[in-house]
Every structure is written in C-alpha cells, then in structure tokens.
C-alpha cells in the first residue's frame, strides 16, 4: 500500500506590479503600484496562482509577478531579512494566507501605466 504524501506548504516572497483599475484605493494620481507579497504554497506557481486570484477580487489589475522564492532560498542568495519579514511570513505560513507586506504607489512614469488616462 502506497502511504499519502504530507503536501508540505511554503512561503514564497513575490514582488507583483499592478495597474489601475476603479475601485483599486491607489491614490488618485497614481498610474499603478508594487507590491511586496508573502504568499504560502505547495510551490511558487501555486503561490503565485492564488495571490493573482485575491488581488483581482480585491478589485486590483496585477501585471506582473515576480517570484524571490522562499526564505531559505533568499537567505542561500544573501538576502538580509529582519525578524518583521520573518514574523510575516511566519504568519503566512501558519495562516495559509497572501499577505501584502509593503504597497510602493507609482506617479508619472515610473511604472506601468493601464491604456486609460487617469
């Protein structure tokens, strides 16, 4: 008899831009924002997955993710992470939850800009 696999969840650390969109609650001169995410998964596609689903019911237009990979991978790379970033993904993990740890706004051309005029 073949034993069941324990899925094991990670937290990935993504880096999402998004574009605007009514109803998005980015202040009204910006032409986007990014996002500093901690997202839990099996893997970095199902983390990225579920993040891009919460952030459009959450009436936001993401454009583009990219993935820094897991606290390990991060640290095996250099990374410095604080015990805050620590704490957060943390929480994730334990949560199972997307969590949005940082909202950087951007004004004029500094990021992606949707097709509309704002």
């Known amino acids: 008899m073949a034993e069941k696999q324990k899925s094991r969840q990670q937290v990935y650390t993504l880096l999402v ?11 009204k001169d910006a032409t986007g924002a990014a996002l500093v ?3 839990s998964g099996i893997d ?8 891009v689903a919460i952030l459009k019911q959450a009436d936001t237009a993401p ?3 990219t993935g820094y990979g897991t606290l390990e991978e ?3 790379l250099g990374h410095e992470i604080d015990a805050e970033e620590r704490g957060l993904m943390a929480r994730a993990l334990e949560e199972n939850a997307v ?3 940082q909202m950087e706004p ?3 051309d500094q990021g992606y800009r949707s097709d509309e005029e704002h």
Do not use: C, M, W
């Not at 831009?17 to 202040?27: T, Y």
């Open 17 to 27: 831009q998004i574009g605007r969109k009514a109803g998005d609650g980015l202040p």
């Open 37 to 39: 995410i901690y997202a």
């Open 44 to 51: 970095e596609a199902e983390a990225v997955r579920e993040t």
């Open 63 to 65: 454009l583009d993710v």
């Open 74 to 76: 991060r640290e095996e």
């Open 99 to 101: 969590i949005v740890a």
């Open 106 to 108: 951007f004004f004029d």
